[in-house]
């Protein structure tokens, strides 16, 4: 069984910087794709960035595009980031990391919820004004 655990989360002003970390274990972290989603209260989980499970590709939604960096580095660690940068209050949300197994499908990543196997149990940020 995959375990997810985020860190990294707090309360940041209006254009800072924050770095959420995701620690993987429990199973081969190079056969999983990774997933970054976010749920702001009364609003759907979205999608935020995603990583293919060798790290060649990453994606984001287009309201992070350009200010967030999702990057894993499978030698060095079972680990994936999100730098965040310029931070805004309407980036204020709980955080969920995600990992989708590589091994059912051909795309290189997802940006779907639905196609995400396991979810770590998530970690606030919020951004004041």
């Known amino acids: 069984q995959v375990q997810l655990v985020e860190s990294g989360g707090g309360l940041v002003q209006a254009g800072a910087s924050l770095t959420l970390s995701c620690r993987f274990s429990?199973?081969?972290?190079?056969?999983?794709?990774m997933g970054w989603f976010r749920q702001a209260p009364g609003k759907e989980r979205e999608f935020v960035a995603a990583?293919?499970?060798?790290?060649?590709?990453?994606?984001y939604a287009d309201a992070v595009r350009g200010r967030f960096a999702i990057s894993r580095d499978n030698a060095k660690s079972t680990v994936v980031d999100l730098q965040m940068n310029s931070l805004k209050p309407e980036d204020t949300a709980v955080y969920y990391c995600?990992?989708?197994?590589?091994?059912?499908?051909?795309?290189?990543?997802?940006?779907?919820?639905?196609?995400?196997?396991?979810w770590g149990p998530g970690t606030q940020v919020t951004v004041s004004s």
């Open positions: 990583v293919s499970w060798d790290g060649g590709t990453a994606d």
């Open positions: 995600a990992a989708d197994w590589a091994g059912d499908t051909t795309e290189i990543l997802s940006t779907r919820l639905y196609d995400y196997d396991f």
């Open positions: 429990g199973r081969s972290f190079s056969m999983y794709g």
